[in-house]
């Protein structure tokens, strides 16, 4: 994969022996594969946090007695629809 924007990174002595040797047992080619997929799970990590913590507010204004009424079926409906939308923007 060709390089389009490069960063100078400096790692610990630990880090870089952990990135070594992931290069070394073959599952990746290079330690610019082993950063990108490094990067890949911290931000799928950044997600994951925000759909907790957007969980945990629902749950807490459904306690509130905040929730949203009607059919159910329409009710995620309505919910999926809204979350293709913002994803797709």
Known sequence: MPSTHSKNVALT????AFVDDLVSSGDY???SEVMRAGLRAL???????DISHRITTALDQLDRGEGV???????????L????????Q
Do not use: Q
């Open 13 to 16: 002595p630990e880090l870089s």
């Open 29 to 31: 080619a290079n330690a």
């Open 43 to 49: 931000k799928d990590r950044h997600s994951l946090d």
């Open 69 to 79: 009424t009607g059919d159910p079926a329409k009710v995620l409906g309505g919910v």
């Open 81 to 88: 629809e809204a979350a293709r939308n913002r994803h797709t």
